[in-house]
């Protein structure tokens, strides 16, 4: 089945400056990667995803890149701000939303 | 539009006992996704219905099943408990199961004693 890694486990870095969280999956046939961001007791919400189709989506600050030949996808934060403090959690899917697998998250501290 | 509501939001039970789970999808969705989440596995998927039907299930024993009714609304049964069972059940819905957007809804957060 599907495995899904995410790296870095816990990131830090200056308000400001950009973030950048990468996962890598296992089966080609995942063609649908969302992105998560979970605050401290709350429920995860997209932020941003993108279809393997596309190599690049981006809205505002947020970016996200799919390579398929190398099956990996990041994340990309610029100008980060304190309240994008968070776990971040990337998933892969098979047949566009069944059968999630998510990464095992990346805690993220914007330091003012 | 109203979100991804759930119910009950907490529940402490003891081993041995067994719980449901009420989930009530964003009206119009379809598909219902179950997950579990604790600090040590992350987030697991449980399984998913659509009309009523189970579509996927993820490597979870039989004691977890669920079901969805004509309306969409899903429950999600565990018996048996275990102290291992102690997690935030998340549910998420999306229209289809197959147009991609999950939206999440606040979980259930379940302590097994």
């Known amino acids: 089945g599907e495995n899904v890694e995410q790296h870095p486990s816990t990131l830090s870095v200056q308000e400001g400056d950009s973030a950048v969280i990468k996962c890598t999956y296992s089966d080609s046939a995942s063609n649908y990667f969302p992105w998560y961001k979970q605050e401290l007791g709350k429920r995860p919400q997209l932020i941003i995803d993108i279809r393997s189709n596309v190599g690049e989506k981006k809205d505002q600050r947020i970016a996200v890149t799919l390579n398929k030949t190398a099956k990996h996808f990041s994340l990309h934060i610029t100008e980060t701000q304190p309240e994008d403090s968070a776990v971040y959690f990337c998933a892969a899917s098979i047949n566009y939303g069944q059968n999630f697998v998510f990464g095992p998250g990346t805690r993220l501290s914007v330091l003012p | 539009k109203a979100g991804v509501t759930q119910t009950p939001r907490y529940l402490i039970k003891t081993r041995g006992q067994q719980v449901t789970l009420s989930c009530s999808p964003i009206?119009?969705?379809?598909?219902v996704s179950w997950y579990q989440q604790t600090p040590g596995q992350g987030l697991q998927f449980l399984f998913e219905y659509f009309s009523e039907t189970q579509r996927n299930k993820g490597n979870f024993p039989g004691r977890f099943s669920g079901r969805q009714f004509s309306n969409s609304r899903s429950e999600m049964n565990v018996s048996t408990l275990e102290l291992g069972d102690s997690a935030l059940y998340l549910c998420?819905?999306?229209?289809?199961?197959?147009?991609?957007?999950?939206?999440f809804g606040p979980g259930t957060r379940l302590t097994v004693l």
């Open positions: 998420a819905s999306s229209l289809m199961g197959d147009t991609d957007t999950q939206y």
């Open positions: 009206s119009g969705h379809r598909s």
